[in-house]
């Protein structure tokens, strides 16, 4: 419990895909969401699950009390009805524990069958007002990405003042997004990509043409402008690590990562490193000297550079000035799992691309697997032990943790 005596704040880990999934659990995550098929905001950049993934998402999860959102937030025309209530269901008989919406429909349908439902930060939610309009179809909303601090405990105090109730009896919660990838578009809502591209984002098929270069040119006189930032529409991740306690004290109950375009090791080494953050708040151990620290750890996998959102005040948004990703480290491809002696625990590997010697930083990562990093022990090709291993050579070493012939096998370098 923190300082007011309310429990732990929810972290929420996102999941593109199965192994990501794992990645989160393995890291520490007190909740994953994850998008199914085509209806919602990552349709497009993300792998996403199936109706028959429903099942095993739930029964995971649920072996390490990990609670499952649904993000069905996307905008909903007259075809898609029968496709949500069916996904609905699906959801309800698996065991998925709330939905995340935007539209009516949903809501209403969701509300109609026992669904739990999340306010999407789609809906721009930004005052107690609103807040009260919604508890009477949800439980928990995510407010708006363009509130201070100030503005969110506001709302947080509200709500435990005039006693703001949700559909399950307890007090509405507040959600808000802690670290990842944000866009020029408020709160996520984009006609860029429809326009230019005809691909909407309201339909989860952002293109993501706001991170390109421009120009900007007088129509009526040819001149173009001087930009020293030529990426003026691609805003730094949020981070919100070096400012935790504050954002805690906020009473808060859930903060969210953003990620499920990214790879399993995204997921596990944010979600790792918040967790690490959320626990030492509660220990009374968190400290400038630890964000040091952990800070260098997040520059190591995808950001576009960060900055604190408009948590902090801030009135204008800070902007790349690279294209893709700044991180400090970039993984390359080597091969794919082949088998597991489970007796002896050997992981077998065979090599497929680049080489590797003992002593390199490896990534392992699969569906069941989640993620694994070490430093490649002393290995063994054709039953000798050999100090490299090139592409063709089948290599065996020492493992722990269970690795199947779907997993891929990754060295580590420096970008």
Same mark, same amino acid.
């Given at each position: 419990?923190?300082?007011?005596?309310?429990?732990?704040?929810?972290?929420?880990?996102?999941?593109?895909?199965?192994?990501?999934?794992?990645?989160?659990?393995?890291?520490?995550?007190?909740?994953?969401?994850?998008?199914?098929?085509?209806?919602?905001?990552?349709?497009?950049?993300?792998?996403?699950?199936?109706?028959?993934?429903?099942?095993?998402?739930?029964?995971?999860?649920?072996?390490? +009390?990990? @609670?499952?959102?649904?993000?069905?937030?996307? $905008?909903?025309?007259? /075809?898609? &009805?029968? =496709?949500?209530?069916?996904?609905?269901?699906?959801?309800?008989?698996?065991?998925?524990?709330?939905?995340?919406?935007?539209?009516?429909?949903?809501?209403?349908?969701?509300?109609?069958?026992?669904?739990?439902?999340?306010?999407?930060?789609?809906?721009?939610?930004?005052?107690?007002?609103?807040?009260?309009?919604?508890?009477?179809?949800?439980?928990?909303?995510?407010?708006?990405?363009?509130?201070?601090?100030?503005?969110?405990?506001?709302?947080?105090?509200?709500?435990?003042?005039?006693?703001?109730?949700?559909?399950?009896?307890?007090?509405?919660?507040?959600?808000?997004?802690?670290?990842?990838?944000?866009?020029?578009?408020?709160?996520?809502?984009?006609?860029?990509?429809?326009?230019?591209?005809?691909?909407?984002?309201?339909?989860?098929?952002?293109?993501? +043409?706001? @991170?390109?270069?421009?120009?900007?040119?007088? $129509?009526?006189?040819? /001149?173009? &402008?001087? =930009?020293?930032?030529?990426?003026?529409?691609?805003?730094?991740?949020?981070?919100?690590?070096?400012?935790?306690?504050?954002?805690?004290?906020?009473?808060?109950?859930?903060?969210?990562?953003?990620?499920?375009?990214?790879?399993?090791?995204?997921?596990?080494?944010?979600?790792?490193?918040?967790?690490?953050?959320?626990?030492?708040?509660?220990?009374?151990?968190?400290?400038?000297?630890?964000?040091?620290?952990?800070?260098?750890?997040?520059?190591?996998?995808?950001?576009?550079?960060?900055?604190?959102?408009?948590?902090?005040?801030?009135?204008?948004?800070?902007?790349?000035?690279?294209?893709?990703?700044?991180?400090?480290?970039?993984?390359?491809?080597?091969?794919?799992?082949?088998?597991?002696?489970?007796?002896?625990?050997?992981?077998?590997?065979?090599?497929?691309?680049?080489?590797?010697?003992?002593?390199?930083?490896?990534?392992?990562?699969?569906?069941?697997?989640?993620?694994?990093?070490?430093?490649?022990?002393?290995?063994?090709?054709?039953?000798?032990?050999?100090?490299?291993?090139?592409?063709?050579?089948?290599?065996?070493?020492?493992?722990?943790?269970?690795?199947?012939?779907?997993?891929?096998?990754?060295?580590?370098?420096?970008?």
């Amino acid at each position: 419990m923190n300082r007011f005596g309310e429990d732990k704040i929810e972290l929420m880990a996102p999941a593109g895909g199965f192994d990501s999934m794992q990645a989160a659990i393995d890291a520490g995550a007190d909740s994953i969401y994850f998008g199914v098929e085509q209806l919602n905001m990552r349709a497009k950049s993300s792998i996403n699950f199936t109706l028959d993934d429903l099942e095993e998402i739930a029964q995971r999860c649920g072996k390490k +009390n990990v @609670r499952t959102y649904l993000t069905l937030n996307t $905008i909903i025309y007259d /075809h898609d &009805l029968s =496709i949500i209530k069916t996904l609905l269901n699906r959801a309800k008989e698996a065991g998925i524990t709330a939905v995340i919406a935007s539209d009516q429909a949903v809501i209403h349908y969701a509300k109609t069958i026992g669904v739990e439902v999340h306010i999407s930060t789609q809906l721009n939610i930004t005052n107690i007002e609103t807040v009260k309009f919604y508890s009477l179809f949800a439980h928990t909303m995510v407010l708006s990405r363009e509130l201070s601090l100030g503005q969110v405990k506001k709302i947080a105090d509200a709500i435990k003042k005039e006693n703001v109730i949700g559909p399950g009896g307890k007090l509405v919660e507040l959600e808000i997004f802690g670290h990842g990838a944000l866009c020029m578009a408020v709160s996520g809502k984009c006609y860029m990509s429809l326009h230019t591209q005809n691909s909407s984002a309201n339909r989860g098929a952002c293109v993501q +043409n706001c @991170r390109r270069k421009y120009k900007v040119i007088d $129509i009526e006189d040819g /001149h173009e &402008l001087e =930009i020293d930032n030529e990426y003026i529409m691609s805003p730094k991740d949020l981070c919100t690590l070096n400012f935790l306690d504050q954002v805690i004290d906020t009473h808060v109950k859930v903060l969210k990562i953003e990620g499920r375009a990214r790879a399993p090791e995204y997921v596990s080494r944010v979600i790792g490193i918040y967790r690490q953050a959320i626990d030492a708040y509660y220990a009374n151990e968190f400290n400038q000297e630890k964000v040091a620290v952990w800070m260098s750890q997040l520059e190591t996998v995808y950001n576009r550079g960060f900055w604190s959102g408009y948590y902090l005040g801030q009135e204008l948004g800070e902007w790349s000035d690279k294209p893709g990703s700044l991180a400090t480290q970039k993984k390359i491809y080597l091969g794919k799992g082949v088998h597991y002696f489970s007796k002896a625990k050997i992981a077998h590997f065979r090599v497929e691309s680049q080489s590797v010697k003992v002593g390199d930083d490896i990534l392992i990562t699969g569906p069941t697997t989640g993620v694994v990093e070490i430093k490649l022990p002393n290995f063994r090709i054709d039953d000798k032990e050999a100090e490299r291993a090139e592409r063709g050579d089948d290599i065996t070493f020492e493992l722990d943790q269970i690795i199947r012939p779907s997993d891929k096998l990754y060295k580590i370098v420096e970008a």
